[in-house]
């Protein structure tokens, strides 16, 4: 791995140990990808070679993941779900 994709990796596990620690979700592959001036895939395959090392462990796909930093225990939240916006009842024009 080139000394680059070092301090990279290095970055986001200190990004992924302070959305631990204020409780914030884990950030996107996509996120990730555009704080570092990659290519959208790329951030996913930093996660992943975050958790090949031992360094986090990853619970959870496609948006829902948890992400857990081994040295400390915490763990980011699970991001919720958005619900879409409700639709108004009745016709349009209806008076009530």
């Given at each position: ?33 555009e704080r570092f001036g990659l290519s959208p895939c ?6 992943d070679r975050l958790q090949s090392t031992g360094l ?32 108004a009842r009745g016709r349009i024009g209806a008076s009530?």
């Amino acid at each position: 791995m080139s000394a680059v994709a070092d301090r990279r990796n290095a970055a986001l596990l200190r990004w992924l140990e302070a959305c631990a620690a204020h409780g914030d979700a884990c950030p996107s592959g996509t996120a990730i990808a555009e704080r570092f001036g990659l290519s959208p895939c790329r951030g996913t395959e930093m996660l992943d070679r975050l958790q090949s090392t031992g360094l986090i462990t990853i619970a959870g796909s496609r948006g829902r993941k948890v992400v857990t930093i081994v040295a400390t225990g915490r763990a980011t939240v699970a991001p919720q779900p958005m619900t879409p916006p409700r639709r108004a009842r009745g016709r349009i024009g209806a008076s009530a």
